[in-house]
């Protein structure tokens, strides 16, 4: 069964600090992962999407990595701000699903000042 | 653009009513997608349309789901009838042809069935 699995559910840090979010998925034949942030009570917003050809994705103080061989990405954030807070999905579209995509559970963030 | 528009936003009924979702994509996407979010189950995929196609429904959990588009600026999800098992945030997304892999998310519609 293919799956994506976030670690860790939840997450507390002072602002500034630099973070790691994980992700992990079942099969390694994948169209892309997509990272994604959501607000409480708010839609999903698309942050980064990474092909299945490539290794990595930045923008701004963000950088995500994909390793396919070992079913793995993690989420990247740098000098965190309390305006970072929200849930944080890690989603794949797996080879034979194309347009589905599986999302995990999600990491829930909460910068502090 | 206004983005994917969801309505209601919130919506609170009582078991055996019926429900209906509405959501109006993106202008000019040709694909559109229906999502369920609960804290048991996360976000799942129930339905997605192209060119108002129905394309994969087999995240559809039940014969009291169905959905329709009966256009391509207009799209309905419908429970009938509902149960305390449904409520949810139900998600509209869309893509285009030309950028299938980027869905751009509605603001969902918040469901209570008592």
């Known amino acids: 069964k293919q799956e994506v699995t976030q670690i860790p559910a939840a997450l507390s840090v002072p602002e500034g600090e630099n973070l790691v979010l994980n992700c992990s998925f079942t099969?390694?034949?994948?169209?892309?992962l997509q990272w994604f942030r959501q607000d409480p009570g708010k839609g999903l917003t698309s942050l980064l999407l990474i092909q299945s050809s490539q290794r990595e994705q930045t923008s701004g103080r963000l950088n995500a990595s994909l390793d396919k061989s070992s079913g793995r990405s993690t989420l990247y954030i740098a000098a965190s701000q309390p305006g970072d807070s929200a849930t944080y999905l890690c989603?794949?579209?797996?080879?034979?699903?194309?347009?589905?995509?599986?999302f995990g559970a999600g990491t829930r963030l909460a910068v502090h000042p | 653009d206004a983005g994917v528009i969801q309505s209601p936003r919130h919506e609170v009924t009582e078991m055996g009513q019926e429900v209906t979702l509405r959501c109006k994509p993106i202008?000019?996407?040709?694909?559109l997608f229906w999502y369920r979010q609960t804290m048991m189950r996360g976000l799942e995929l129930l339905i997605y349309f192209n060119n108002n196609v129905p394309i994969d429904d087999s995240g559809m959990p039940e014969d009291r789901f169905s959905a329709k588009m009966p256009n391509a600026s207009f799209s309905t999800l419908k429970i009938q009838p509902s149960e305390p098992r449904d409520s949810a945030v139900y998600f509209c997304?869309?893509?285009?042809?030309?950028?299938?892999?980027?869905?751009?998310f509605g603001p969902g519609t918040r469901l209570l069935v008592l």
């Open positions: 099969d390694s034949a994948i169209y892309n």
């Open positions: 202008s000019g996407h040709d694909y």
């Open positions: 997304a869309s893509s285009s042809d030309i950028d299938q892999e980027t869905q751009y």
């Open positions: 989603a794949v579209m797996f080879s034979g699903g194309y347009n589905k995509l599986i």
